[in-house]
């Protein structure tokens, strides 16, 4: 039996909307008010949109669960993947104390928290958005944040600040590649176009990340390493995305900005050296910064050339693994050997998206792909063991410390499973649609509310490409509606959705995963939300600014 999607039950948008919203205020006034463990706020969000999808909106209730049960599948595997494996990596170079030298060499670049947040948070975390996305970069750059000694929140949640500009061309470009797909776009316009809006917050998420940590004197203490770290970043994103393509964009725009802010820290130096690891101007009465930041303790000798090596060595492997497997060739080569296409019957090609929302009525897919082999996690696995055996451990402990890291990692992982599964069945059943729908009716302001569309997209699934698929068709229709250029609007779909990122439930189950600091998600949600609606506001200006004022900026490359 097939369903047709409803956008508008009652017969008023109004009404329809603030019932859509429901299970999203649900979830959040948990996680962010209430103080509910993250998995209990995702499960009350993921039960308020079960009872709205099937009683308001007519959604048969199999249906309904088969799409909860597809967005859990989904959320453990690659998800639940990538953390599990991250962690274990972490784990294992904390027990053979290798991460101790590696903080040492960090330090050994700059002892300025401010300098090593620029370093590791912005510039290292944007080549592995670059390289492998869907919360890598946020595992890694918050492990590794916490080993240095950073408070949990500051760990935590500049992690996910840092972790912004880069997201719209992550894994290889995934993102634009799909936003290209359902719209029907020229790739290399929609990239081009998107790298005509980022390059101005690639210069601007260093000083606010800066300023977020240090506030406004501290930032401004260092302003010179900010430019550079900044440009180095924005200059090869716009020039890469504009005459070259969406694939190496973060890759060469992140090794251009680390190569550039390691010289210069080498000719240049703050007057004074920042040490504080906890948040400037920050009450911790809400038990945000209660938990001491540790910090590095000093070395007895130096280490050598050699310690230095095998320090690196885990985290070095990781990044080729990381890379050679967001490779098209590799994926399709690893993809060769085993993959599985599992259609959830009663789901799958049964569920039709309809007019307005799409331009003709089609039916979504639920295939899910158990890649196991060409997962990013995979790789990951890979590196972590590979890197294991090089460290000393011996099968049977490494076994012992995987059996660790998931115990570790349970609330997590389940969290994740079951806030996708919550994001999966919001779009089966229409809901975001229909929130979608909500800002289409914004007139002249689409241009701002078009962003925050985006913004909305990957809020809700936690995804710069899963936003794209799911309203790219949306704002071209739009925008061809309104006169705007539908270009440049499904382009503001993923440069509004990175700003999302940080505030999305996945990513910050992952980073409290990754610093330790369980059950404190709704701590890192309410620090980085007006952060992330303040940014997502900013990209909706400049592409209001865009549509109106400067539309030469908007124009269609033809190549």
């Known amino acids: 039996m097939t369903w047709n999607q409803v956008y508008d039950p009652f017969g008023s948008m109004a009404l329809s909307t603030l019932l859509a919203a429901i299970p999203i205020v ?120 916490i080993g240095l000694g950073f408070s949990p929140l500051a760990a935590s949640g500049l992690s996910l600040i840092a972790n912004t500009a880069p997201v719209a061309y992550g894994a290889l470009g995934t993102p634009v590649v799909a936003l290209a ?18 390059p101005f917050f690639s210069l601007i998420v260093p000083f606010w990340l800066i300023w977020a940590f240090a506030g406004w004197r501290g930032m401004l203490e260092i302003w010179p390493a900010i430019l550079v770290c900044g440009v180095s970043f924005a200059l090869p994103q716009f020039l890469v995305s504009n005459f070259h393509g969406p694939w190496l964009v973060d890759v060469v725009a992140a090794i251009v900005s680390m190569v550039c802010l390691v010289l210069f820290l080498r000719v240049w130096k703050p007057k004074k050296e920042w040490t504080s690891t906890a948040l400037r101007n920050h009450k911790g009465s809400d038990g945000s910064e209660d938990v001491a930041a540790k910090p590095v303790a000093p070395l007895t000798t130096r280490p050598s050339t050699g310690d230095l090596v095998k320090a690196w060595l885990p985290w070095g492997i990781l990044t080729v693994f990381v890379f050679a497997w967001g490779i098209p060739q590799m994926k399709g080569m690893l993809d060769g ?72 990692v349970r609330f997590s992982l389940a969290t994740i499973a079951i806030m996708l599964a919550l994001g999966f069945l919001t779009r089966y059943s229409g809901l975001d649609a229909t929130l979608g729908l909500a800002f289409a009716t914004t007139g002249p302001f689409y241009p701002l509310f078009g962003t925050l569309l985006g913004w909305l997209g990957v809020a809700l699934t936690g995804s710069d490409t899963a936003s794209n698929v799911l309203f790219g068709g949306l704002q071209r229709i739009t925008s061809e509606q309104l006169g705007l250029s539908p270009t440049l609007m499904a382009a503001a779909n993923s440069s509004g959705g990175v700003m999302g990122k940080m505030i999305d439930a996945q990513s910050i189950v992952v980073a409290s995963t990754a610093t330790g600091w369980l059950n404190k998600e709704g701590v890192i949600l309410r620090y980085v939300f007006f952060h992330s609606l303040a940014l997502a506001v900013l990209v909706g200006i400049l592409v209001t600014m865009q549509a109106y004022v400067w539309p030469f900026t908007a124009l269609v490359i033809h190549h």
């Open 181 to 198: 797909a359902v719209t029907g776009l020229d790739l290399l316009d929609l990239s081009a176009m998107i790298g005509r809006q980022l």
């Open 337 to 408: 050997f085993f993959i599985q296409k599992i259609p959830f019957e009663g789901l799958h090609n049964l569920v039709f998206k309809v007019p307005p929302v799409v331009a003709t009525a089609h039916p979504e897919a639920a295939v899910f792909t158990f890649n196991i082999l060409s997962m990013t996690g995979s790789g990951i696995f890979a590196s972590a063991v590979i890197a294991g055996l090089l460290m000393g451990f011996s099968p049977v402990a490494l076994v012992k410390i995987y059996l660790r890291t998931i115990w570790k």
């Open 26 to 145: 649900v979830m959040l006034v948990g996680l962010g008010f209430l103080h509910m463990k993250a998995h209990v706020a995702a499960f009350a969000g993921l039960v308020a949109a079960f009872v709205i999808a099937v009683f308001v909106f007519g959604m048969p209730a199999d249906k309904a669960g088969l799409a909860a049960g597809y967005g859990a599948a989904y959320g453990l595997m690659p998800i639940g993947w990538i953390v599990l494996n991250i962690i274990f990596l972490h784990q294992l170079t904390e027990a053979n104390g290798s991460f101790t030298t590696l903080q040492h060499s960090i330090a050994g670049i700059t002892g300025d928290r401010r300098l090593q947040l620029l370093l590791i948070a912005f510039s290292f975390g944007a080549f592995f958005e670059g390289a492998a996305g869907f919360g890598t970069p946020v595992a890694v750059t918050a492990a590794l944040l």
